[in-house]
């Protein structure tokens, strides 16, 4: 039965309802006793809504907070130099980026653009605190006309965290070759699954007996991503970001080293950062 208190999500399908499934890994990960990421508003939001989210299976890998990490890292390092630019999260689902950021710099005074389909940003209206920073802009990310909206006179910092593996390659190329086009000396992050996952994944993937994550027909091999800076005009630089440190033996020491290992860079997927010229 649902709770009357909470706000119901179950009409979120296909990609939209991923947004659900990572938020309830980070927001397990937030309230672990040992946590890794500090992230009280995704427990929060958790507790605010009216889902079931068990259908999604295992929660305890600290994949998804791990990513959100290397997200903020990147974003905090681009805001250190640019402290008024506009931070622009693509298809931003239930990513509660924009507190975590606010509360690890002093002076908060980025601005944040949320772009999302319209259910998910109705959700996000009514479950979230307003600010003024804060502009929400009901569409798809594939509809570039939100180009527009974005001031980017102190810096552009563009997040498409878990976004662009859903798109088909020519999609997911054309967003990154816009951006690059539109935002001169911008940043922008994009992480993406091992290359294999679209050949042997075409249907998708189980996460239970009970929820299919929809198919990743986009992905990039490390080469191909070193080689953007050659083949989309408007991107000068490309960065390999490194597996953030987690907790625990596997997490903690092993991943990050598997994942820096060059015989393995092959075979991994990637959390990648651009540089605009």
């Known amino acids: 039965m649902s709770n009357p208190h ?3 999500a179950s009409l979120l399908t296909g990609v939209s ?15 672990h006793p040992d946590a890794i990421i500090d ?3 995704a427990v929060k939001l958790v507790e605010s809504i009216d889902f079931d989210f068990d259908k999604f299976g295992r929660r305890k890998g600290q994949e998804m907070a791990l990513r959100s990490l290397a997200v903020d890292k990147c974003a905090l390092a ?5 402290p008024r630019a506009t931070v622009v999260a693509l298809a931003e689902g239930f990513q509660t980026s924009f507190w975590r950021l606010n509360s690890a710099l002093p002076d908060a005074q980025f601005r944040w653009v949320s772009i999302d389909l319209p259910p998910v940003i109705e959700l996000r209206r009514r479950l979230l605190p307003h600010s003024p920073r804060i502009t929400e802009i009901a569409q798809s990310a594939l509809d570039y006309s939100w180009r ?3 001031d980017a006179a102190d810096g552009v910092f563009i997040t498409a965290e878990g976004l662009l593996m859903y798109l088909q390659p020519a999609e997911a190329m054309g967003l990154i070759t816009q951006c690059a086009k539109r935002f001169a000396g ?3 992050f994009f992480d993406v699954p091992p290359t294999i996952v679209k050949k042997v994944a075409r249907n998708g993937m189980r996460s239970s007996k009970h929820y299919r994550v929809p198919p990743m027909p986009f992905s990039l091999s490390p ?3 070193a080689d953007l800076a050659n083949t989309v005009p408007g991107i000068r630089a490309v960065h390999d970001l490194p597996m953030p440190a987690g907790r625990g033996w596997f997490f903690g020491t092993l991943y990050p080293a598997l994942w820096q290992f060059p015989p393995l860079r092959q075979f ?3 959390y990648t950062l651009l540089e605009f010229g």
């Open 6 to 8: 909470r706000v119901d």
């Open 17 to 31: 309802e991923t947004a659900l499934l990572t938020l309830s890994g980070r927001a397990f990960q937030a309230a």
């Open 39 to 41: 992230d009280p508003m």
């Open 78 to 82: 681009y805001l250190a130099r640019h």
């Open 148 to 150: 527009d909206q974005i």
């Open 186 to 188: 911008g940043q922008m």
């Open 223 to 225: 080469r191909q991503l």
């Open 268 to 270: 991994r997927g990637a």
